[in-house]
């Protein structure tokens, strides 16, 4: 960002670009308006690149996929009133699916918010439901503090949206701080030492557990060190359509599938065996307790970065809050487990001859239109570590997908947004958009052509 002369005031928009800067804000998504004009003149003279967007819906779906790619804020802005309004989906999608944004939104002047001019709007109330944080910027002292608490709640815990609102005046007149740098230092220890042996005492002494992989099993230091206690422990794996990343290939045959949307699944098979259930990262929106736990008196150990939310379904015996990838590295030592059991290595073969049956017999779905099956199924074949893949309001193509495949990294369930699918890739490409492309494909389709399937194995005429 360009220095100040002499002569030049530091504006209260210049505080939060210097901000956004100290961050690492490398992208910013919105849409322009007059009450939030002075942000975007002066993120021109910045290092951020702004990318205008055709909605704000949009802008912030793809901040939120930058978040879950790299752990730090996507940040959107837009203007107020139906500007700030049209964030809200977005909003409340990162913030039950854990994804870190900031969304800035502008404001009518603070002496004017209770008067009913042109867009004057509550957005604080109207934002506040469905994110982690929502504050207005009152006062030209205030501006650093209110948007490093926004960060701090965005990226912290169990992250999710925070939101900040921006008057007009604010950001035009002179500011009176400077910004504030977070400490980068945050970041949660293991699990109490009783609470890790009386964990370890229980899983030694189950017959059947089952390890079930949530949201922040996703992330990249809680994959890596579930993949050291997988090979450690050789326990058979689930998990939710949000925990996609978390296996990798060397990891598969222990992993049964994915639950969550139709309790029908291959793993739901799994899931129902178990005596005890090891829940990593696990939220309930996920996938609700009352449909793959009701009425089961079982043993549920809770492994999180916050304390589970009890309900009729979901009483964990022990509770593990703290960093996911310190406690498994305390947890691992502790367990004594016997080879998996042969009942369960013989489930999960099946389960393996089965999935590739399936994709054996794709290939001669040839009707049209096409069977989601057969997309998956053809995918497969051209898709590199490096492309991304959209997949645009086809919902049971979502399911057959997250059915077939092991590797999809980003998804999402929890809010069932229309656009949501496709404007997250994008967010997420953006960290690796320094990879070349070669190849793009585009498959259309109407949401009307596929059906949902009714069992996890298709029926072929």
Sequence with gaps: MKAKTAKQTTTGADVVVRVLEARGTKYIFGVPGAKIDKVFDTLVDSTIQTVVCRHEQNAAFIA???GRMTGKAGVAIATSGPGVSNLVTGLATAHSEGDPMVALGGAVAVADRLKSLHQTMDSVSVCKPVTKYAAEVDSPVSTAEVLAA???AAESGRP???FVSLPTEVMIGEAQCKPIGLNSFTEQGRAAEESLREAGRLINSAKAPVVFLGLMASKPRAADAI???????SMPVVGTFQAAGAISQDLVPYFAGRVGQIANQPADEVLNTADLVLTIGYDAVEYWPSLWNKGRDRTIV???VVPAEIENDYDPAVELVGSIEETLGAL?????????DASFKALLSRIAQERDQMRAEAAGLSAVPIHPLRLIAELQDILTPDMTVCLIWVPSVCI????CTVSARVSSSSQMASKRSALRCLGGSQPRSCVPRKRSCRFQATAG????PTSWRPQFD
């Design 150 to 152: 926004a960060f701090r």
């Design 449 to 452: 052509s596929f059906s949902q």
């Design 64 to 66: 939120a996929g930058i």
């Design 160 to 162: 999710g949206s925070a």
């Design 332 to 340: 691992t030592p502790l367990l004594r487990r016997p080879p998996i």
């Design 400 to 403: 057959w997908r997250a059915i």
């Design 227 to 233: 993949r050291g206690f997988l090979n450690a422990s």
């Design 302 to 304: 809770h492994v999180d």
